[in-house]
């Protein structure tokens, strides 16, 4: 396959098809609860922190516009990030080892581009965020391990890391992501050790997507940080997906190779996101939130859950923000189910968006949930669940 038969199969619009299909975001008459989309929003506490950034500093911001934004980051910025993760993590890490980046996103297809040449390649774990189109830009070999529960990792991924891995010794990068999107599961401590290890051995690096991290667990300190590189972004622990903000905790002694190819190649994310990325950090910080609005989130999940416990059919439990509903044992199809819940106004995402368009293997028979964004999550649950045991 050609690169550009490998970028138009790999197109991703269909991806985000159910926020522009029926509706506008907002309004209430077309979506009642959006219980779907992984914006994460609706807090009004975070609201009042954006318009302290817009009244107080955003003529400031502008000015400074003037200026390209350069390619190793922000200083100011760079030092809180590094501070934070420093504190969490227990691994040193200073302002130089963080790369910004245009979400969390754009920081994988960089580190795919970095890592691996046109014969080389990636492996993940099916289902998942649209890695592909990642892969596909960085015009690199993608590999997939399936995983459709959080017993079936632990039970089985490192074994099939393994094998992957011995019959593809042209892999160079393993991308985890805990919580995971969609399925939900946090690898368990012998877990990590063990994909930690398979990696050491092969000479794998390790892409942890530590997007959700917070909203469970924390399992980046059962790595090697000389073998990991950490990917986070303002998307999800900021609610600022809107922002394209992400970045990038290398090892140190990788940063001879990540800093020149991002110098050559492009001059980084917007200066204006940066500097509200700076002030919002800033704020939070000083307010000593910087994990409220994954505290809201983790509220809104009980609340989900509780109100699933009523669904006919069982849920596994997850973590992180996302639930999946799984139609397997049922006669329904996920496919149906998502569209007569779009027309009782709830807005859920469908399985098929979390494979590749080019995935031949099977598929798994469900629906996803997402509580970043639905502030009546209690209300669209009951719903939800209503019309979902009436088609049961
Ligand atoms: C698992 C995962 N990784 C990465 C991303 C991309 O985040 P960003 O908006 O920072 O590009 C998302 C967004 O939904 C995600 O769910």
Redesign the pocket.
């Known amino acids: 396959m050609n690169f550009l038969e490998r970028n138009i199969k790999a197109d991703v619009t269909r991806f985000f098809q159910p926020l522009i299909d029926e509706a506008y975001f907002e309004d209430k008459t077309i979506i009642e609860y959006d219980l779907g989309i992984?914006n994460v929003g609706n807090i009004p506490e975070f609201d009042e922190i954006i318009k302290e950034i817009v009244e107080e500093s955003f003529p400031k911001l502008l000015i400074r516009c003037h200026k390209y934004p350069g390619t190793q980051g922000y200083l100011p910025l760079n030092e809180l990030l590094a501070d934070i993760y420093q504190k969490k993590s227990g691994f040193s890490i200073k302002p130089e080892d963080i790369i910004l980046?245009?979400?969390?996103?754009?920081?994988?297809t960089e580190l795919i581009q970095i890592y691996c040449s046109h014969d080389e390649g990636i492996v993940y774990a099916l289902p998942?965020?649209p890695?592909w189109g990642m892969t596909a830009k960085a015009n690199a070999k993608e590999y997939y391990i399936v995983i459709t529960s959080q017993k079936e990792f632990n039970e089985s991924f490192p074994s099939k890391l393994e094998e992957t891995l011995t019959i593809n010794p042209n892999i160079r990068l393993l991308l985890i992501?805990f919580p995971?999107?969609?399925v939900g599961y946090n690898g368990a401590e012998q877990t990590c050790k063990e994909i930690n290890e398979i990696c050491a051995k092969h000479k794998v690096k390790i892409l942890f997507?530590d997007?959700?991290g917070g909203l469970a667990e924390w399992r980046i300190k059962l790595f090697d940080p000389k073998n990991l590189f950490i990917?986070?972004?303002?998307?999800?622990r900021f609610a600022m997906?809107g922002l394209?903000?992400?970045f990038i905790i290398a090892p140190t002694n990788e940063m001879k190779n990540i800093r020149p190819f991002i110098a050559n190649q492009y001059v980084g994310p917007s200066l204006i996101s940066i500097l509200v990325g700076y002030e919002i950090v800033k704020r939070l910080a000083e307010k000593d939130k910087l994990d409220f609005v994954f505290k809201k989130i983790k509220l809104r999940k009980e609340t989900l859950n509780n109100e699933l416990k009523k669904l006919k059919i069982k849920t596994e439990e997850t973590f992180g923000m996302y639930v999946i509903i799984d139609f397997t044992d049922t006669d329904l199809n996920a496919r149906d189910v998502y569209n007569k819940l779009l027309k009782e106004k709830i807005r859920t995402v469908p399985y098929d968006l979390f494979y590749p368009p080019f995935y031949k293997g099977t598929k798994r028979n469900f629906i996803r949930l997402s509580v970043g964004m639905e502030p009546n999550v209690k209300q669209g649950s009951q719903k939800l669940v209503k019309i979902i045991n009436e088609l049961l």
């Open positions: 992984g980046t245009i979400g969390g996103s754009d920081a994988i998942s965020f890695y992501n995971n999107n969609p997507d997007i959700y990917i986070d972004s303002f998307s999800k997906p394209r903000l992400g």
